[in-house]
């Protein structure tokens, strides 16, 4: 059965305190992995797509990476405005989209 | 600012009632998307359309209903709402099928 897990569920750190976060996969045949942000009572914002294993993407401070079973989004001298959950999803072989639970990022000053 | 539109912002309603949420895709894309998420919860696919066919069903339940009309905008329509459809709906919409979506600032619909 296509899944994806996200890691951890929530993530408390420092300003300025890096770290990663993690989305595993499971599908028979990857069709991208989408990367977003979603703050309190908004709708998800895209922040990346990776299609293909040691393909790398970054935007100010995040970066995501793929291997092939798993994605990082790194998140390098976090500040507050970073606190927001952040979801991944990959294409299943209907061209849906199987969205992980997320993760919460809380960045304290 | 994605470029899709969602109205209403909010909706109260009461139990028993009937509503529509319209959403607006960005130029150019062809699939819309529908989500339901509670509070604290995960996103909940509940259809999909593509340049005005049903393309993909979720956990939609037979109370709601949707379509996407010629000129691509599209409106879900929920009936009989109970106090546990109480939600955000989020429309999403992507140049096709398999590509990223792109989400809208979503309906906050509270029923009473």
């Known amino acids: 059965e296509d899944q994806v897990t996200q890691s951890p569920e929530a993530l408390r750190l420092q300003e300025g305190e890096s770290s990663s976060l993690n989305c595993s996969y499971t599908?028979?045949?990857?069709?991208?992995l989408f990367w977003y942000r979603q703050d309190p009572g908004k709708g998800p914002e895209f922040l990346f797509t990776?299609?293909?294993?040691?393909e790398e993407k970054e935007k100010e401070r995040l970066k995501a990476t793929l291997t092939k079973k798993e994605s990082f989004l790194h998140i390098t001298a976090p500040k507050p405005e970073d606190s927001a959950t952040y979801l991944c999803?990959?294409?299943?072989?209907?061209?849906?989209?199987?969205w992980g639970a997320g993760t919460k990022l809380i960045i304290k000053p | 600012d994605s470029g899709v539109t969602q109205t209403p912002k909010h909706l109260i309603t009461a139990t028993g009632q009937r509503v529509t949420l319209r959403c607006s895709p960005r130029?150019?894309?062809?699939?819309v998307y529908w989500y339901q998420q509670s509070l604290d919860q995960g996103l909940q696919f509940l259809i999909q359309?593509?340049?005005?066919?049903?393309?993909a069903k979720g956990n939609i339940l037979e109370r709601f209903s949707a379509q996407q009309f010629p000129d691509l905008h599209s409106e879900l329509n929920l009936s009989s709402l109970e106090l546990g459809d109480s939600a955000l709906y989020f429309c999403?919409?992507?140049?096709?099928?398999?590509?990223?979506?792109?989400f809208g600032p979503g309906t906050r619909l509270t029923v009473l």
């Open positions: 359309y593509y340049n005005g066919e049903e393309r």
């Open positions: 130029s150019g894309d062809l699939s």
């Open positions: 599908v028979s045949g990857l069709r991208g």
């Open positions: 990776l299609y293909s294993a040691g």
């Open positions: 999403a919409s992507s140049v096709g099928q398999g590509y990223e979506q792109f």
């Open positions: 999803a990959t294409g299943d072989s209907n061209y849906q989209l199987i």
